[in-house]
Each structure stands twice: as C-alpha cells, then as structure tokens.
C-alpha cells in the first residue's frame, strides 16, 4: 500500500504531528509526504482543543501543495473527512460525518481533521497540512470524563482490535487520491461526502458574525463545501463557513 503514498516519517512521538509536518514542509518535504506518530503530547483539534493522544491510536499528518487558491482549501477539509469515513466503511462499520469533518460511529466522534495553511513555503506555494487523528483503541476506561459521553473508538465499535498503522496507511493512501481529485477541480468532492453525511433537515444551532446564535434547519452542502442551514423566518438558507454546529436538544 505504501507505493501509492509519497514518504512517510514515523516517530514514537511528537508534541503534534502537524508541527513535524510544518518543519519538513520548511525543509522543502514534497507533496504527498506523511508523518505518523504512536502518540502525540500536545495533539491539537480544532477551535483550539486538545485532541486526547494515547498510543494504539492513529495521529497522521499529510502534506498537500495545491495549485489553488489559500481561499480555496477550506474545501479539502471535506474531502479528507470521506477519505476517513471511506476507510472506515472499508473496514466493516458504518461511518457518518458531521459537518465540517467530524466521523462518527453511533452518534460518537471516532476521527476528526485539522487542516492548517502553511503561509511561509518555499517557492511561495499554497501548502496545506491535513492533520487527521482516528481513535482506534480508546476504550471507555481509558477516556477522560470529558470525552466519556462523546467519544468513540473502532476497536470498541466493532468488537474487534485494528492495528493503527494499517489504518493510518490506509487513510493516508485513500486522502492522496481524495486530494489529487480535488487539485483537479479545486473543489471538495459533494456528492461523496454526502454519502456519509448524516445531518440532513437536522435542526442546529451555530454562531452568525451579524446575528449571533441562530437556530435552523440543515438544508445540504453547498459547492465549495460550506453548510446550508436554513435559519428560523429567513427565506433562504445561510452558508455556514467556519465554527462549530450544535444539534439543537429537543425541547
Ligand atoms: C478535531 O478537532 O476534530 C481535529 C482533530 C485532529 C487531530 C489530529 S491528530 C494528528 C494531527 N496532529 C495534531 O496535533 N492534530 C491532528
């Protein structure tokens, strides 16, 4: 599986996989390059969290150099959100993604991305540095109080062990041809996220730059990737871009 991949850097461990990435980038690392890490001492989520990084689990950064637009690549976000759900249906489970790229099984998040935009590359490319961490081996046990009630892992999922490096080849094989699908079209891949896309006519709430929270009724994906919510009295929906969706407890 390897021969598909560009060169992959393994390490016992790193603060975050995403920094080792972003230093190799600076040292001219090429497109499609892969670091891997058993665990990760200061893993980074999204909005600024800290993404919980014990061994037996998957820490994976992928370099990506695009020819697109720095604007363009929230999209490719999207696009590493199916490759990981793809891989996990590979594996006999049933993914779904919660927008932007959260994959959950059972309703609870097993893998989530963090992309970042190097801005400094030599030769002035766009570089983006797609940061994807899989739970593999978390059993509840094992989870902080936090993370109990919200998190998930495939081991535990499928009642069977998984061995993360088979799984990390597998994503990181499976994101260079979601990638090399977006480079040709400078555009996420819709139509297959949707397939996993599990938030349809779902009622959210997110935070609006002009109005503040906002509740509604998710409506689709757009084009480039952003969220459709059609907000409570408005005629048309929203494209959501950035921040978080929260499903709306019922009532
Ligand atoms: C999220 O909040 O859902 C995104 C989590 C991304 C975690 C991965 S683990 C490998 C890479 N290195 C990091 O520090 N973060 C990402």
Avoid: C
């Avoid at 998984?162 to 799984?167: I, K, L, N, R």
């Avoid at 709430?205 to 689709?220: E, H, I, L, S, Y």
């Amino acid at each position: 599986m390897s021969a598909t991949l560009g060169p992959v850097h393994r390490y016992d461990e790193l603060a975050s996989t995403n920094d080792e990435a972003r230093r190799l980038v600076g040292q001219g690392a090429p497109d499609g390059t892969v670091v891997l890490a058993r665990r990760q001492t200061g893993g980074r989520g999204r909005l600024g969290r800290h993404w919980f990084s014990p061994e037996g689990n998957v820490f994976l950064s992928y370099v990506h150099q695009s020819r697109h637009r720095p604007e363009a690549l929230a999209g490719l976000t999207l696009d590493a959100g199916t490759a990981i759900a793809d891989v996990i249906a590979d594996l006999g489970l049933e993914p779904a993604l919660k927008w932007p790229n959260d994959v959950q099984l059972g309703g609870r998040k097993v893998a989530g991305v963090l992309t970042e935009l190097v801005t400094d590359a030599p030769h002035g490319q766009a570089v983006a540095i797609v940061g994807v961490g899989v739970n593999v081996a978390l059993r509840p046990a094992d989870l902080p109080d936090a993370l109990r009630p919200i998190a998930t892992s495939l081991d535990v999922e499928a009642g069977q062990a998984f061995d993360p490096e088979d799984v990390a080849l597998r994503v990181a094989a499976r994101l260079r041809q979601k990638l090399a699908g977006f480079e040709a079209t400078g555009a996420p891949d819709v139509a297959a996220y949707q397939r996993w896309f599990a938030q349809l006519g779902q009622r959210v709430r997110f935070v609006d730059p002009a109005d503040g929270v906002v509740a509604g009724v998710v409506q689709g994906v757009a084009h480039d990737g952003g969220l459709l919510v059609l907000a409570d009295g408005a005629a048309a929906p929203t494209t959501v871009r950035a921040g978080e969706i929260t499903p709306e407890e019922p009532a």
